[in-house]
Protein backbone atom coordinates (compact mmCIF):
# COMPACT_ATOMS: atom_id res chain seq x y z
CA UNK A 1 0.00 0.00 0.00
CA UNK A 2 1.53 3.02 -1.06
CA UNK A 3 1.55 6.52 0.99
CA UNK A 4 3.42 8.34 -1.02
CA UNK A 5 0.81 11.09 -1.24
CA UNK A 6 0.84 11.33 2.67
CA UNK A 7 2.67 13.91 5.11
CA UNK A 8 5.80 11.35 5.83
CA UNK A 9 6.24 9.30 2.95
CA UNK A 10 9.15 7.67 4.40
CA UNK A 11 7.82 5.95 7.31
CA UNK A 12 6.40 2.45 7.22
CA UNK A 13 3.35 1.66 5.64
CA UNK A 14 0.88 -1.72 6.14
CA UNK A 15 1.39 -3.88 3.23
CA UNK A 16 -2.88 -4.41 3.45
CA UNK A 17 -5.23 -4.05 5.33
CA UNK A 18 -5.07 -7.37 6.95
CA UNK A 19 -1.84 -6.45 8.15
CA UNK A 20 -3.66 -3.60 10.02
CA UNK A 21 -6.04 -5.63 11.62
CA UNK A 22 -3.69 -8.55 12.53
CA UNK A 23 -1.61 -6.10 14.22
CA UNK A 24 -3.80 -3.87 15.73
CA UNK A 25 -5.56 -7.73 17.15
CA UNK A 26 -2.34 -8.50 18.26
CA UNK A 27 -1.98 -5.02 20.05
CA UNK A 28 -5.59 -5.89 21.58
CA UNK A 29 -5.43 -9.56 22.25
CA UNK A 30 -2.41 -9.98 25.14
CA UNK A 31 -1.77 -10.21 28.63
CA UNK A 32 -4.62 -8.13 29.50
CA UNK A 33 -6.98 -10.84 27.92
CA UNK A 34 -5.58 -13.49 29.46
CA UNK A 35 -4.13 -12.26 32.75
CA UNK A 36 -5.14 -9.71 34.06
CA UNK A 37 -9.24 -9.89 33.09
CA UNK A 38 -9.18 -13.00 35.44
CA UNK A 39 -7.95 -11.44 38.12
CA UNK A 40 -9.68 -8.15 37.95
CA UNK A 41 -12.89 -10.15 37.35
CA UNK A 42 -11.84 -12.02 40.86
CA UNK A 43 -11.18 -9.20 42.81
CA UNK A 44 -13.92 -7.17 41.61
CA UNK A 45 -16.94 -9.24 42.79
CA UNK A 46 -17.17 -11.19 39.59
CA UNK A 47 -20.43 -10.26 37.55
CA UNK A 48 -20.86 -6.78 38.51
CA UNK A 49 -17.03 -6.33 36.81
CA UNK A 50 -17.89 -7.95 33.85
CA UNK A 51 -21.40 -6.50 33.36
CA UNK A 52 -19.75 -2.86 33.55
CA UNK A 53 -16.96 -4.04 31.70
CA UNK A 54 -19.04 -5.16 28.65
CA UNK A 55 -20.82 -1.82 29.15
CA UNK A 56 -17.70 0.31 29.13
CA UNK A 57 -16.14 -1.56 26.12
CA UNK A 58 -19.99 -0.77 24.02
CA UNK A 59 -20.24 2.73 25.11
CA UNK A 60 -16.66 4.02 25.66
CA UNK A 61 -13.74 1.81 24.20
CA UNK A 62 -15.73 0.84 20.52
CA UNK A 63 -16.24 4.82 20.15
CA UNK A 64 -12.50 5.66 21.62
CA UNK A 65 -10.97 3.04 19.35
CA UNK A 66 -12.46 4.53 16.22
CA UNK A 67 -11.43 7.96 17.28
CA UNK A 68 -7.85 6.80 17.99
CA UNK A 69 -7.27 4.94 14.96
CA UNK A 70 -8.76 8.18 12.64
CA UNK A 71 -6.70 10.29 14.45
CA UNK A 72 -3.90 8.25 13.63
CA UNK A 73 -4.40 8.18 10.24
CA UNK A 74 -5.32 11.72 9.50
CA UNK A 75 -2.09 13.14 10.56
CA UNK A 76 -0.01 9.85 9.60
CA UNK A 77 2.60 10.86 12.39
CA UNK A 78 3.72 9.70 15.92
CA UNK A 79 1.37 10.60 18.67
CA UNK A 80 2.77 13.32 20.30
CA UNK A 81 3.15 15.07 16.45
CA UNK A 82 0.18 14.16 15.74
CA UNK A 83 -1.47 15.96 18.22
CA UNK A 84 0.31 18.86 17.28
CA UNK A 85 -0.42 18.73 13.50
CA UNK A 86 -3.71 18.02 14.16
CA UNK A 87 -4.11 20.72 16.85
CA UNK A 88 -2.40 23.41 14.22
CA UNK A 89 -4.74 22.04 11.60
CA UNK A 90 -7.44 23.13 13.61
CA UNK A 91 -6.25 26.52 14.89
CA UNK A 92 -5.80 25.19 18.58
CA UNK A 93 -2.56 24.90 20.67
CA UNK A 94 0.19 23.09 19.90
CA UNK A 95 0.65 22.18 23.65
CA UNK A 96 -2.16 18.96 22.45
CA UNK A 97 1.30 17.50 21.88
CA UNK A 98 1.50 16.46 25.36
CA UNK A 99 -1.25 13.73 25.13
CA UNK A 100 0.56 12.01 22.80
CA UNK A 101 3.57 12.96 25.24
CA UNK A 102 1.89 11.36 28.07
CA UNK A 103 0.98 8.30 25.54
CA UNK A 104 4.41 7.63 25.24
CA UNK A 105 5.34 7.59 28.70
CA UNK A 106 2.21 5.11 29.57
CA UNK A 107 3.33 3.08 26.87
CA UNK A 108 6.91 2.69 28.55
CA UNK A 109 5.39 2.25 32.43
CA UNK A 110 2.96 -0.22 31.14
CA UNK A 111 5.51 -2.40 29.40
CA UNK A 112 7.71 -2.12 33.10
CA UNK A 113 5.30 -4.67 34.45
CA UNK A 114 4.19 -6.19 31.27
CA UNK A 115 7.13 -8.18 30.49
CA UNK A 116 7.77 -9.34 33.98
CA UNK A 117 4.41 -10.87 33.94
CA UNK A 118 5.64 -12.40 30.44
CA UNK A 119 8.25 -13.74 32.08
CA UNK A 120 5.81 -15.98 34.10
CA UNK A 121 4.66 -16.93 30.70
CA UNK A 122 8.07 -17.91 29.62
CA UNK A 123 8.72 -19.99 32.40
CA UNK A 124 5.58 -21.91 32.77
CA UNK A 125 6.49 -23.15 28.99
CA UNK A 126 9.36 -24.74 30.60
CA UNK A 127 7.46 -25.68 33.43
CA UNK A 128 4.46 -27.66 31.48
CA UNK A 129 7.11 -28.86 29.43
CA UNK A 130 9.30 -30.52 32.29
CA UNK A 131 5.71 -32.07 33.26
CA UNK A 132 5.62 -29.62 36.81
CA UNK A 133 1.98 -29.59 36.31
CA UNK A 134 1.37 -33.22 36.50
CA UNK A 135 -1.58 -34.40 38.82
CA UNK A 136 -1.28 -31.30 40.88
CA UNK A 137 -3.84 -30.09 42.68
CA UNK A 138 -4.81 -26.46 43.99
CA UNK A 139 -2.78 -26.41 46.74
CA UNK A 140 0.32 -27.74 44.57
CA UNK A 141 -0.33 -25.29 41.85
CA UNK A 142 -0.37 -22.40 44.59
CA UNK A 143 2.60 -23.55 46.52
CA UNK A 144 4.59 -23.87 43.23
CA UNK A 145 3.86 -20.32 42.17
CA UNK A 146 4.75 -19.05 45.62
CA UNK A 147 8.29 -20.35 45.70
CA UNK A 148 8.72 -19.43 41.95
CA UNK A 149 7.74 -15.44 43.39
CA UNK A 150 10.24 -15.30 45.47
CA UNK A 151 12.98 -15.42 43.56
CA UNK A 152 14.46 -12.40 41.62
CA UNK A 153 16.85 -13.52 39.31
CA UNK A 154 14.75 -16.46 37.87
CA UNK A 155 11.68 -13.48 37.20
CA UNK A 156 14.55 -10.89 36.23
CA UNK A 157 16.16 -13.63 33.80
CA UNK A 158 12.65 -14.48 32.35
CA UNK A 159 11.77 -10.54 32.42
CA UNK A 160 15.17 -10.05 30.33
CA UNK A 161 14.81 -12.50 27.54
CA UNK A 162 11.59 -11.52 27.03
CA UNK A 163 12.14 -7.70 26.28
CA UNK A 164 15.03 -8.71 24.42
CA UNK A 165 12.81 -10.50 21.96
CA UNK A 166 10.62 -8.00 21.87
CA UNK A 167 13.19 -5.43 20.98
CA UNK A 168 14.82 -7.29 18.46
CA UNK A 169 11.74 -7.35 16.51
CA UNK A 170 11.13 -3.40 17.27
CA UNK A 171 14.21 -2.47 16.04
CA UNK A 172 13.95 -4.20 12.39
CA UNK A 173 10.26 -1.86 12.74
CA UNK A 174 7.01 -2.58 10.49
CA UNK A 175 6.24 -5.46 8.39
CA UNK A 176 9.77 -7.64 9.10
CA UNK A 177 7.52 -11.56 8.88
CA UNK A 178 5.48 -10.47 12.09
CA UNK A 179 1.83 -10.59 10.49
CA UNK A 180 2.99 -14.53 9.09
CA UNK A 181 3.49 -15.56 12.39
CA UNK A 182 0.32 -13.20 13.43
CA UNK A 183 -1.56 -15.92 10.98
CA UNK A 184 -1.24 -18.68 12.29
CA UNK A 185 -0.37 -17.73 16.17
CA UNK A 186 -3.89 -16.12 16.48
CA UNK A 187 -5.66 -18.48 15.80
CA UNK A 188 -3.91 -21.01 17.76
CA UNK A 189 -4.55 -19.06 20.85
CA UNK A 190 -8.44 -18.59 19.72
CA UNK A 191 -8.68 -22.67 19.59
CA UNK A 192 -6.65 -23.72 22.80
CA UNK A 193 -8.40 -21.14 24.65
CA UNK A 194 -12.09 -23.20 23.43
CA UNK A 195 -10.29 -26.10 24.17
CA UNK A 196 -9.01 -25.16 27.75
CA UNK A 197 -12.92 -24.07 27.91
CA UNK A 198 -13.66 -27.50 27.09
CA UNK A 199 -11.50 -29.18 29.66
CA UNK A 200 -12.83 -26.92 32.51
CA UNK A 201 -15.69 -27.32 31.71
CA UNK A 202 -15.52 -31.23 32.02
CA UNK A 203 -12.75 -31.13 35.14
CA UNK A 204 -13.85 -27.96 36.90
CA UNK A 205 -17.20 -26.09 38.21
CA UNK A 206 -18.58 -24.24 34.97
CA UNK A 207 -22.37 -23.62 36.48
CA UNK A 208 -20.69 -21.65 39.57
CA UNK A 209 -18.24 -20.04 37.25
CA UNK A 210 -20.84 -19.14 34.62
CA UNK A 211 -23.02 -17.69 38.05
CA UNK A 212 -20.00 -15.92 39.04
CA UNK A 213 -19.02 -14.26 35.78
CA UNK A 214 -22.82 -12.81 34.42
CA UNK A 215 -25.27 -13.69 36.79
CA UNK A 216 -26.64 -9.76 37.67
CA UNK A 217 -25.18 -8.90 41.11
CA UNK A 218 -25.80 -4.88 41.07
CA UNK A 219 -24.91 -4.01 44.97
CA UNK A 220 -21.75 -5.36 44.20
CA UNK A 221 -21.16 -2.45 41.55
CA UNK A 222 -19.21 -0.08 43.63
CA UNK A 223 -17.39 2.93 42.25
CA UNK A 224 -14.12 1.15 42.69
CA UNK A 225 -15.15 -1.84 40.48
CA UNK A 226 -16.45 0.63 37.83
CA UNK A 227 -13.20 2.73 37.81
CA UNK A 228 -11.38 -0.68 37.19
CA UNK A 229 -13.47 -1.38 34.79
CA UNK A 230 -13.44 1.09 33.23
CA UNK A 231 -9.43 1.22 32.59
CA UNK A 232 -9.56 -2.39 32.08
CA UNK A 233 -11.65 -1.65 29.51
CA UNK A 234 -8.89 1.38 27.69
CA UNK A 235 -6.38 -1.55 28.64
CA UNK A 236 -7.58 -4.45 27.09
CA UNK A 237 -8.33 -2.25 23.89
CA UNK A 238 -5.01 -0.71 23.90
CA UNK A 239 -6.06 2.56 23.68
CA UNK A 240 -5.44 5.97 25.45
CA UNK A 241 -1.86 6.08 25.02
CA UNK A 242 -1.39 6.17 21.35
CA UNK A 243 -0.64 2.64 20.24
CA UNK A 244 -3.13 2.42 17.64
CA UNK A 245 -2.89 5.82 17.04
CA UNK A 246 0.68 4.83 16.05
CA UNK A 247 -0.66 1.84 14.06
CA UNK A 248 -3.66 3.89 12.84
CA UNK A 249 -0.75 6.55 10.68
CA UNK A 250 0.82 3.69 9.27
CA UNK A 251 -2.65 3.04 7.63
CA UNK A 252 -3.89 3.98 4.07
CA UNK A 253 -7.29 5.58 3.81
CA UNK A 254 -9.35 2.52 2.36
CA UNK A 255 -10.28 0.78 5.31
CA UNK A 256 -13.72 0.78 6.98
CA UNK A 257 -12.32 1.87 10.55
CA UNK A 258 -15.45 1.55 12.33
CA UNK A 259 -15.76 -2.28 10.87
CA UNK A 260 -11.96 -3.13 11.97
CA UNK A 261 -12.48 -1.45 15.18
CA UNK A 262 -15.95 -3.56 15.46
CA UNK A 263 -14.04 -7.03 14.88
CA UNK A 264 -10.96 -6.14 16.64
CA UNK A 265 -13.03 -5.12 19.95
CA UNK A 266 -15.62 -8.17 19.55
CA UNK A 267 -12.92 -10.97 19.66
CA UNK A 268 -10.80 -9.59 22.25
CA UNK A 269 -14.08 -9.62 24.17
CA UNK A 270 -14.63 -13.14 23.78
CA UNK A 271 -11.02 -14.18 24.34
CA UNK A 272 -11.15 -13.19 27.86
CA UNK A 273 -14.28 -13.97 28.57
CA UNK A 274 -13.91 -17.53 27.80
CA UNK A 275 -10.48 -17.82 29.86
CA UNK A 276 -12.41 -16.28 32.61
CA UNK A 277 -15.07 -19.10 32.29
CA UNK A 278 -12.20 -21.70 32.13
CA UNK A 279 -10.45 -19.95 35.33
CA UNK A 280 -13.36 -19.71 37.40
CA UNK A 281 -14.10 -23.39 37.03
CA UNK A 282 -10.91 -24.57 37.96
CA UNK A 283 -10.84 -21.76 40.85
CA UNK A 284 -14.14 -23.06 42.26
CA UNK A 285 -13.19 -27.12 41.74
CA UNK A 286 -10.01 -26.80 43.93
CA UNK A 287 -11.35 -24.40 46.59
CA UNK A 288 -8.73 -21.66 45.41
CA UNK A 289 -9.72 -18.52 46.07
CA UNK A 290 -11.47 -15.91 42.97
CA UNK A 291 -9.42 -12.87 44.74
CA UNK A 292 -6.18 -14.10 44.48
CA UNK A 293 -4.36 -11.46 42.82
CA UNK A 294 -2.24 -11.43 40.04
CA UNK A 295 -0.99 -14.91 40.16
CA UNK A 296 -4.63 -16.59 39.31
CA UNK A 297 -3.86 -17.82 35.99
CA UNK A 298 -0.67 -19.55 37.35
CA UNK A 299 -2.46 -20.31 40.20
CA UNK A 300 -5.12 -22.39 38.15
CA UNK A 301 -4.18 -23.35 34.74
CA UNK A 302 -1.61 -25.73 35.92
CA UNK A 303 -4.60 -28.09 37.51
CA UNK A 304 -6.06 -28.01 34.08
CA UNK A 305 -3.00 -29.09 32.23
CA UNK A 306 -2.19 -31.59 34.73
CA UNK A 307 -4.89 -33.80 34.23
CA UNK A 308 -5.57 -33.38 30.71
CA UNK A 309 -4.47 -36.14 28.12
CA UNK A 310 -0.94 -34.93 26.96
CA UNK A 311 -1.37 -32.03 29.49
CA UNK A 312 2.37 -31.33 29.07
CA UNK A 313 2.24 -30.58 25.42
CA UNK A 314 -0.90 -28.35 25.45
CA UNK A 315 0.11 -26.71 28.63
CA UNK A 316 3.49 -25.75 26.87
CA UNK A 317 1.45 -24.68 23.56
CA UNK A 318 -0.95 -22.67 25.47
CA UNK A 319 1.75 -20.78 27.47
CA UNK A 320 4.12 -20.37 23.76
CA UNK A 321 0.59 -19.48 22.55
CA UNK A 322 0.02 -16.50 25.33
CA UNK A 323 3.74 -15.47 25.15
CA UNK A 324 3.57 -14.85 21.27
CA UNK A 325 0.38 -12.50 22.20
CA UNK A 326 1.76 -11.06 24.54
CA UNK A 327 4.88 -10.09 22.42
CA UNK A 328 2.74 -8.64 19.70
CA UNK A 329 1.21 -6.50 22.56
CA UNK A 330 4.42 -5.53 24.19
CA UNK A 331 5.82 -4.54 20.32
CA UNK A 332 3.20 -1.77 20.28
CA UNK A 333 3.84 -0.98 23.99
CA UNK A 334 7.19 1.14 22.54
CA UNK A 335 6.26 1.53 19.05
CA UNK A 336 4.94 5.67 20.10
CA UNK A 337 7.90 6.16 21.78
CA UNK A 338 10.29 4.87 19.50
CA UNK A 339 8.33 6.38 16.49
CA UNK A 340 8.34 9.96 18.79
CA UNK A 341 12.25 9.86 19.53
CA UNK A 342 13.28 8.18 15.78
CA UNK A 343 11.05 11.50 14.23
CA UNK A 344 12.43 14.20 16.83
CA UNK A 345 16.01 13.38 17.41
CA UNK A 346 18.64 11.98 15.18
CA UNK A 347 18.47 8.90 16.45
CA UNK A 348 18.14 5.33 14.54
CA UNK A 349 15.38 3.04 15.06
CA UNK A 350 17.62 0.79 16.38
CA UNK A 351 19.63 3.66 18.41
CA UNK A 352 15.75 4.26 20.15
CA UNK A 353 15.24 0.64 20.48
CA UNK A 354 18.57 0.85 22.73
CA UNK A 355 16.93 3.37 24.56
CA UNK A 356 13.66 2.24 25.08
CA UNK A 357 15.17 -0.94 25.67
CA UNK A 358 17.61 -0.65 28.61
CA UNK A 359 15.22 2.32 30.70
CA UNK A 360 12.69 -0.48 30.33
CA UNK A 361 14.69 -3.38 31.69
CA UNK A 362 15.82 -1.06 34.89
CA UNK A 363 11.95 -0.35 35.11
CA UNK A 364 11.31 -4.40 34.55
CA UNK A 365 14.19 -5.21 37.26
CA UNK A 366 12.52 -3.14 39.84
CA UNK A 367 9.39 -4.29 39.22
CA UNK A 368 10.54 -8.24 39.78
CA UNK A 369 11.88 -6.91 42.75
CA UNK A 370 8.46 -5.83 44.08
CA UNK A 371 7.51 -9.14 44.19
CA UNK A 372 9.70 -10.44 46.43
CA UNK A 373 12.77 -8.59 47.93
CA UNK A 374 10.63 -4.85 47.67
CA UNK A 375 7.68 -6.20 48.25
CA UNK A 376 7.06 -4.35 51.24
CA UNK A 377 8.26 -1.02 50.10
CA UNK A 378 5.24 1.14 48.95
CA UNK A 379 5.41 4.16 47.56
CA UNK A 380 2.25 5.73 47.18
CA UNK A 381 -1.18 4.80 48.62
CA UNK A 382 0.03 1.74 50.41
CA UNK A 383 0.74 0.22 46.93
CA UNK A 384 4.82 -1.31 45.80
CA UNK A 385 5.73 -0.55 42.45
CA UNK A 386 3.90 -3.04 40.36
CA UNK A 387 0.65 -2.59 42.14
CA UNK A 388 1.11 1.54 41.68
CA UNK A 389 2.37 1.02 38.02
CA UNK A 390 -0.50 -0.96 37.20
CA UNK A 391 -2.72 0.99 38.90
CA UNK A 392 -1.55 4.51 37.61
CA UNK A 393 -1.45 3.30 33.84
CA UNK A 394 -4.71 1.10 33.89
CA UNK A 395 -6.79 3.38 36.17
CA UNK A 396 -5.60 6.81 35.58
CA UNK A 397 -3.29 7.38 32.45
CA UNK A 398 -5.01 5.23 29.66
CA UNK A 399 -8.48 6.90 30.28
CA UNK A 400 -7.00 10.62 30.80
CA UNK A 401 -5.50 9.94 27.24
CA UNK A 402 -8.64 8.91 26.11
CA UNK A 403 -10.80 11.79 27.49
CA UNK A 404 -7.99 14.13 26.39
CA UNK A 405 -8.43 12.36 22.53
CA UNK A 406 -12.40 12.43 22.76
CA UNK A 407 -12.13 16.16 23.83
CA UNK A 408 -10.10 16.64 21.04
CA UNK A 409 -11.87 14.96 17.99
CA UNK A 410 -15.36 15.96 19.55
CA UNK A 411 -14.68 20.01 19.97
CA UNK A 412 -11.40 20.79 18.71
CA UNK A 413 -10.91 19.36 15.15
CA UNK A 414 -13.28 20.71 12.79
CA UNK A 415 -16.46 18.32 12.40
CA UNK A 416 -15.85 18.00 8.11
CA UNK A 417 -12.42 16.57 8.75
CA UNK A 418 -13.19 13.94 11.52
CA UNK A 419 -16.45 12.56 9.57
CA UNK A 420 -14.18 12.74 6.22
CA UNK A 421 -11.90 10.47 8.18
CA UNK A 422 -13.70 8.43 9.30
CA UNK A 423 -15.92 7.61 6.48
CA UNK A 424 -19.35 6.55 8.04
CA UNK A 425 -23.35 7.08 7.45
CA UNK A 426 -25.13 9.81 8.76
CA UNK A 427 -26.78 8.18 11.76
CA UNK A 428 -23.64 5.70 13.09
CA UNK A 429 -21.71 9.43 12.71
CA UNK A 430 -23.85 10.66 14.87
CA UNK A 431 -23.88 8.15 17.35
CA UNK A 432 -20.33 8.15 17.34
CA UNK A 433 -20.22 11.98 17.74
CA UNK A 434 -22.82 11.76 20.53
CA UNK A 435 -20.39 8.70 22.38
CA UNK A 436 -16.82 10.99 21.75
CA UNK A 437 -18.66 14.48 23.28
CA UNK A 438 -20.67 13.81 25.89
CA UNK A 439 -20.57 9.69 26.89
CA UNK A 440 -17.06 8.92 27.33
CA UNK A 441 -15.98 12.69 28.51
CA UNK A 442 -19.28 12.18 31.30
CA UNK A 443 -18.09 9.01 32.27
CA UNK A 444 -14.29 9.68 32.64
CA UNK A 445 -14.63 12.48 34.42
CA UNK A 446 -17.29 11.13 36.86
CA UNK A 447 -15.10 8.34 37.41
CA UNK A 448 -11.94 10.49 38.16
CA UNK A 449 -14.38 12.84 40.28
CA UNK A 450 -14.38 10.07 42.72
CA UNK A 451 -11.01 9.02 42.51
CA UNK A 452 -9.83 12.42 43.79
CA UNK A 453 -12.19 12.84 46.06
CA UNK A 454 -13.97 15.67 43.89
CA UNK A 455 -17.51 14.89 44.66
CA UNK A 456 -17.10 14.67 48.36
N1 LIG B 1 -4.01 -4.56 25.14
C1 LIG B 1 -2.88 -5.26 25.67
C2 LIG B 1 -3.37 -6.47 26.43
O1 LIG B 1 -4.58 -6.64 26.60
O2 LIG B 1 -2.55 -7.24 26.89
C3 LIG B 1 -2.01 -4.37 26.53
C4 LIG B 1 -1.74 -3.03 25.92
C5 LIG B 1 -1.04 -2.93 24.72
C6 LIG B 1 -2.22 -1.89 26.54
C7 LIG B 1 -0.83 -1.69 24.15
C8 LIG B 1 -2.02 -0.65 25.98
C9 LIG B 1 -1.34 -0.57 24.78
F1 LIG B 1 -1.16 0.58 24.26
Not at 87 to 116: K, P
Not at 128 to 156: R, S
Not at 309 to 330: E, H, N, Q
Request: proline fraction near 4%.
Amino acid sequence: MSQSATPAAHRGAWRNRWTFVLATAGSAIGLGNIWKFPYMTGANGGSAFVLVYLLCIALLGIPLMMCEIMLGRRAQRNPADAMAYLAREANASRQWRWVGLMGVLTGILILGFYSVIAGWVLDHIVRAANGAFHGIDGAGAKLQFEIFLAKPLELIFWHTLFLAVTMTVVSRGLNAGLEKASNIMMPSLFAIVLLMVGYSMAVGNFAESARFMFSPNFVLITPSVVLSALGHAFFTLSIGMGSVMVYGSYLGRHISIARTTLYIALTDTTIGLLVGLAIFSLVFANGLAPAAGPGLIFQTLPIAFGVMPAGDIMGMLFFILVAFAAWTSAISLVEPAIAWITENFSFTRKQATWVIGVTNWLLGAAVALSFNLWADIKLIAGLNLFDLLDKLTTNILLPAGGLAMALFAGYVMKTTHVAEELGLGPRTYALWRFAIRYVSPLAILSIFAYLFGWLS
